[in-house]
């Protein structure tokens, strides 16, 4: 590994975030584990949520903007007969140590729109993917424990966090492509055949779409190189594998072939797709995970050992970014202890606390981080207030 300078929060003030109305947490310099600790509802993940709005995206729980700003009674008021919603304003704001020195960044709504403002350094930006520059983030939560049970969409989402952490501009990719094919799919259904139209948006899916396929591959091929070997004692190895007509494609043809290929299928779509039918395209790949040990399709293992793949993947991700990029990820882990046994949560947290990133976890039982213990800062959550534990 190459020398990586220590990354991480040094500070963080949330206004108006969830069931925060203002919260200012400092944290040491050092930028060793942040843990938090607390009751159900205590209001540990929404601090893990206003960590992850430091990075492009819609944080951790992909949420709508508007429901991250602060619920009161006083919301809805009532003038001449009408409601009218209060605007939903909230913003997080950080103190950074990056690779390249201590950066400020600000983000949250002033509108209540579904458009989040961001500045770095006070000074506006536009792209989130230059956010995603300064702060790279990864994160593990509960609603992915069952990650490969679950709908392709998840997976595709947590395939597309590992590219965006890896290559910012994976974010814009994805934007456009979304943003192509929903226009695309509205002319077609709602039976307005504005042929130029169609082919100009074809071109931009097949070009974003295309260079989507490029960057999963990409990333799956290097987490698969940190992975020929266990990234961990206790930790599985998993193969990982891409399916999907763009992903295939690209595995024995040129780029601008697929692009053209891709662009053809769609065309021959629209009629199909006018009807009600589907596409396939990178919005239906899927990413596949073996455990390779047992010889095992990741969905039909244990809860603890999908975990323990996917720790791995992460692992892997971690390894790859720091070899070839000089730099690693923060990671934020919300539930990290459930359904890992004693021995393997252990070495997660030497693993965890030796990497030159910053990494964030909760739990309900303070108990089980005591492995940790001197070695981390320890946080006790109660009702949205958070107080420093000496551990
Ligand atoms: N927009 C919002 N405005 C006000 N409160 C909210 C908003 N969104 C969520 N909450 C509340 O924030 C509280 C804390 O939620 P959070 O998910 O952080 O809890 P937690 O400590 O992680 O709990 P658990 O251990 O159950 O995961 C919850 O009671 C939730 O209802
Ligand atoms: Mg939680």
Not at 149 to 167: N, T
Not at 355 to 365: E, F, K, R
């Amino acid at each position: 590994m190459v020398g990586v300078s220590k990354t991480g929060v040094k500070q963080i003030r949330l206004t108006n975030f969830r069931s925060y109305d203002a919260m200012n947490l400092v944290l040491d310099d050092a930028l060793e584990p942040v843990i938090l600790t607390g009751h159900n509802g205590a209001g540990k993940t929404n601090v893990l949520e206003a960590v992850s709005f430091l990075t492009a995206g819609k944080g951790l729980r992909g949420a709508r903007l508007a429901d991250v700003a602060k619920r009161t009674g006083d919301d809805l008021l009532v003038a001449d007969g009408d409601v009218i919603k209060l605007p939903a304003r909230w913003s997080v704001s950080a103190k950074v140590q990056t690779i390249n020195g201590e950066v400020q960044i600000g983000t949250g709504t002033v509108d209540g729109s579904e458009r989040r403002q961001i500045r770095i350094d006070g000074n506006p930006v536009s792209k989130q993917a230059t956010l995603g520059e300064v702060f790279r983030c990864l994160w593990l939560t509960p609603a992915q424990d069952r990650l490969f049970c679950g709908d392709p969409a998840s997976r595709r989402r947590f395939l597309d966090r590992l590219v965006q952490a890896f290559d910012p501009a994976h974010a814009t990719r994805t934007s456009e492509y979304n943003a192509a094919f929903k226009q695309w799919s509205h002319l077609l259904r709602e039976g307005r055949y504005d042929t130029a139209w169609l082919s100009a948006l074809e071109k931009q899916m097949a070009l974003s779409g295309v260079a989507i396929a490029a960057s999963r591959l990409d990333i799956a091929e290097r987490i698969s190189g940190y992975l020929q070997e266990p990234i961990a004692g206790l930790f599985p190895c998993p193969d990982v594998s891409l399916t999907g007509i763009v992903e295939q494609a690209l595995q024995n043809k040129p780029a601008v072939l697929v692009e053209q290929e891709f662009a053809d299928i769609l065309a021959r779509s629209r009629k199909n797709y006018a009807d009600g039918g589907s596409v396939s395209g990178p919005h239906t790949a899927d990413f596949k995970v073996n455990h390779r040990q047992k010889n095992m399709d990741a969905s039909l293992c244990s809860t603890g050992e999908q975990k323990a793949l996917l720790i791995s993947i992460i692992l892997a991700q971690m390894k790859a970014q720091m070899n070839e990029q000089g730099l690693c990820p923060i990671l934020l882990m919300d539930e990290v202890a459930a359904h890992l046994d004693v021995k393997r949560r252990n070495e997660l947290f030497d693993i965890l606390h030796a990497l030159p990133a910053q990494v964030w976890m909760t739990g309900t039982d303070v108990a089980s981080f005591s492995h940790l213990t001197g070695r981390a800062q320890f946080f006790d959550v109660e009702e949205s207030i958070l107080s420093k534990l000496v551990a």
